[in-house]
């Protein structure tokens, strides 16, 4: 196969779609050498049937807003790839939601599932609904509209939705309760992500985030280094940055930058117990502001409009929000301040130019695919219990993220190390989730 030919046909059959062409050409560029050497791949036209979903639903969403006006939104599930398990990936609320970005989700989904060690195939969906300035009443109604429809399309041994940007705790919980109302599901629901007291797992709502400073304990131990004692910042403040944060302060680091679509939050001594607790009071408000962190505590945060994490200066940069949020300027400008290591927990958070400059410029990189696995890997782990009808401890949650966080690691050890002994941890991830995904395709024949 040759990547630019793949490509070629891509852009012509969905021109636009930028996102999915995005994230399909970076897997493209790293496969592509393994690929040609092995025949049967191309015999079987792997990487061709690999780039396009199973399939797409794509359904209206009609409610009634605080005003008693109707609202409708559209709302999608992406079934992209079943090869080695159920569809499993997040559902994304956010104004922007489109079928390309739920496609270029699915489609990293499907490899980072993989890397997991978990049977669990790729999926994503969401709605161009806007949670920001919502009520909660608002939120509920729209989370069962939505799943009057999307409830025909998903099962628990068939798609396993949860969370991803717009969708926490709260949401799962409306749209589970409306699932299980609809299918007379009442063992486990389908959704994961779910309530402590209703077979949610310990630990989920902080897994994304716990997960990802495992996973750069482990790749900066391979280079000497640790996270005790560093600087770094995050952006946003939803789920994936209140994890973060948490497991960061308890390994010893200082988280000195948060931001939100406002602007940053510069907290040069670093972000407390209080803070982060206050971070998850910000995402409940629906008002999408991460001033709010500095008005609540002057002194301690600084707020500057306009600006985003990246111009604070640290050690290590944890992009934590959205996909495309770094760019080439911000790499340059985190290098110019002494960064030396990014590590993406958002999905596709840097821009291509910006990877490829950083590791060309002394940067130690890893991908979102790699570095939030954690996050769906809990999930994994959610659906485990619920089918054992057993909860797990926090300690045995906890272990088991660890165990597979360092295999992800070890996966992009193997297939990523470069002839001068470091990691391109993008090839790595890249190649050993496909390995995986285009074993399982071929094994299972043309279908
Ligand atoms: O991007 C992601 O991995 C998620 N939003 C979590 C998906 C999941 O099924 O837990």
Redesign the pocket.
């Known amino acids: 196969m040759k990547t630019s030919e793949i490509m070629a046909k891509l852009q012509a059959k969905h021109p636009g779609e930028n996102e999915y062409l995005q994230a399909v050409q970076e897997v493209l560029e790293s496969i592509e050498e393994v690929y040609n050497q092995h025949p049967e791949f191309e015999k079987a036209r792997i990487v061709e049937r690999m780039v396009e979903p199973d399939r797409i639903y794509t359904f209206r969403v009609t409610w009634v807003d605080d005003r008693g006006e109707i609202q409708t939104n559209l709302g999608y599930r992406v079934q992209f790839n079943s090869a080695i398990g159920p569809y ?3 559902l994304r609320f956010h104004r922007a939601v489109t079928p390309s970005m739920l496609k270029f989700l699915g489609f990293e ?1 499907t490899f ?1 599932n993989a890397l997991t060690t978990l049977p669990m195939g790729g999926g994503k969906g969401g709605s161009d609904f806007d949670p920001v300035g919502k009520s909660d009443d608002e939120i509920m109604r729209f989370c069962q509209a939505f799943m009057l429809e999307l409830w025909r399309c998903i099962g628990p041994d068939e798609d396993v939705p ?3 940007v717009g969708v926490g705790g709260r949401e799962i919980g409306y749209l589970d309760g409306m699932y299980r109302k609809l299918a007379r599901q009442y063992n486990t629901g389908v959704l ?2 779910k309530g402590m007291t209703w077979g949610g797992s310990i630990l989920r709502p902080e897994a994304t985030g716990y997960g990802a400073m495992y996973f750069a304990h482990l790749a900066l131990a391979k280079v000497g280094k640790d996270l005790s004692g560093q600087r770094i910042s995050l952006s946003g403040f939803g789920n994936v940055a209140w994890g973060a944060a948490k497991k960061a302060v308890q390994l010893g680091a200082k988280v000195v930058a948060i931001s939100g679509p406002d602007g940053v939050c510069e907290i040069p001594d670093g972000i407390t117990e209080d803070m982060i607790d206050y971070m998850l009071v910000m995402r409940a408000s629906n008002r999408n502001r991460v001033e709010d962190m500095a008005d609540k505590f002057p002194g301690k945060a600084k707020f500057t409009a306009g600006k985003k994490s990246w111009s604070v200066p640290v050690d290590i940069a944890f992009p934590s929000a959205f996909q495309n949020e770094l760019s080439l300027e911000d790499a340059q400008e985190l290098k110019k301040n002494g960064c030396q290591a990014v590590f993406e927990i958002s ?1 596709m958070g840097c821009q291509p130019d910006a990877i490829h400059w950083m590791q060309h410029n002394g940067f130690l990189f890893a991908p979102g695919k790699a570095v ?1 696995a954690g ?2 890997a809990t ?1 994994g782990l959610e659906m485990t219990q619920n089918a054992e009808h057993l909860s797990w401890t926090a300690a045995e949650v906890d272990e088991r993220l660890h165990h597979i966080m360092a295999a992800i690691h070890e996966q992009c050890v193997k297939y990523g190390t470069q002839a001068d002994g470091t990691v391109d941890y993008v090839k790595g991830a890249n190649i050993a989730g496909f390995m995986k995904v285009a074993h399982a395709m071929l094994e299972q024949g043309t279908i």
């Open positions: 499993k990936g997040g989904q980072k949860a969370g991803d994961t992500g999905n939030n996050g769906v999930s």
